[in-house]
């Protein structure tokens, strides 16, 4: 191709790119800090997934070396499952504007917004399931949002946010005061964006207009076209309620940030745990087998193969075997060196069943091997419960029962519990009347107004029995037929 050739193609290319090259314009208005975060979370996913670099060098027709061992994503499960792991309880507590009313046995049931809030997450599984993709989103990204969609019909829907697709606003001074809320996403290759803006007051003193901190809020869709240009394509609604319908929390504590601190904060670590695995793996490849050198002996002679003597005419031939096992030693004690590093900086204890006695480690000791996680899993407890409390609290009001319904949530222990211990225990608590019976029974998992249900029902059961047989004694029966007394 010529010169000529080469510069008009050049430009058609140009031309065609501002015209039709929507492609181009996708993220160029990102401010450096917002493509800095996007890229955060890239990388942090990518740990997660287990798409990590391979550190060695792999050369045509030489055995790939390299092991990937993805410690990153359980970093962040473990963090899920003790987070979410166990079912979450959470009631509303009785409001005098919506008692509960009384069932056909006499029993309170739930009242009309409880029963409200419940239709939200349509089953126990199904509300373990959100709550565990919102946690995995949150431990990876450090930050997670939620989104209370209003449907057609009405009804609502949650949904647990692509930490990527947001781009908040806050004031710089207040990182907790959020002005406006961007969603952005593509549709092929067009960028679309949807904006929430809250209402703005005049400032008299400084004639410039303000967020207006009771406001409500203003949302509407733009477009960007093949010049770059955001051009509106829904027109501006507004959104009916005091709040908006995003609800953001942080993973783990960050002053003075408004974004939250990921569980992959020290996933470079994991590069250098697949460094070293990589390594170890090759020189065992190499070198531990050990190897066979010697002297004194003609071309051909020396045939090392399993079943085979070396045989040499030269009596000063001499045959002598290099051990190189130390050096895969001193390899594999580095590598559990760094994957126990990277366990401590992450909170996530490195237990191996190999080097412990599962049997023998009473509660005490497993809440020692476990205390680092159970700190960690304390902090994200207070952000992860505070976001679900104002979850309800602002579905509560939409759906008409108010704006002072707080949800409160209880918590199970994540750790694997001793049985004996436990029974021990509750036992002594009886004993000494430190507790009362309901709550022996919700300690040892059962439902204490099902179990009395239940109970109240094999009483009478056994007092039918008891009258059946008085009856039967008082009429000379013994509980036989008559055809059994005539044989």
Known sequence: MKLWDKIVAAMGAMVKSWVGGPQLWLDDDLTAQEKERRSFYDKAW????????????????????????????????????FLFGKQLIWELPLQTEQPKKPGEDGEETESPAELALQDLWKSEEQMMIFLTDLATTGGVCGTFYLQIVVKHDETLRLVALDPYL???????????????YHLRWRAGDTARRQIWLR???????????????????????????????????????????????????????????????????????????????????????KCAHPLIWGYGFQRGEMRVSPGSAVVSTNPDA????????????????????????????????????????????????LRVLYGDLTEKTGLKRSSYGAALIETMRRCAFILGFGEDHRVKLTW????????????????????????????????????????QKRQENEGKGDDNIGLALLDAFETGHRGVTDQEDED
């Open 46 to 81: 990518t740990y997660y997934r287990g798409h990590h670099k391979q550190p060695l060098k792999v050369l045509a027709g030489q055995p790939n070396d390299n092991v990937i061992l993805n410690y990153s994503r359980r970093v962040v499960d473990k963090g899920v499952a």
């Open 199 to 285: 209402d703005t007051l005049l400032n008299e003193d400084t004639d410039t207009e303000e967020p207006d901190e009771e406001g409500y809020w203003t949302y509407w869709t733009e477009e960007k076209d093949g010049r770059g240009v955001w051009r509106l394509v829904v027109e501006a609604q507004e959104w009916p309620y005091p709040f908006a319908p995003f609800i953001h929390g942080k993973n783990l504590p960050n002053p003075h940030s408004f974004y939250g601190r990921s569980d992959l904060e020290d996933a470079d670590l994991n590069d250098t745990i697949n460094f070293v695995a990589g390594n170890t793996n090759r020189l065992i490849r």
């Open 318 to 365: 001499n045959l002598e075997v290099l051990q190189q096992i130390g050096e895969v030693k001193v390899a594999s004690t580095f590598l559990d060196r760094m994957i126990s590093a990277y366990s401590q900086v992450t909170c996530t204890p490195d237990l191996d069943p190999a080097n412990m006695r599962l049997g023998a480690a009473s509660g005490f000791a």
């Open 166 to 180: 947001v781009l908040p606003k806050f004031n710089p001074d207040d990182v907790e005061d959020v002005w406006a």
């Open 412 to 451: 199970e222990d994540p750790l694997p519990v001793d049985e004996r211990e436990e029974v021990e225990g509750l036992g002594f608590d009886a004993s000494q009347k430190l507790v009362s019976k309901e709550t022996l029974a919700t300690k040892r998992g059962y439902d204490w107004e099902v179990e």
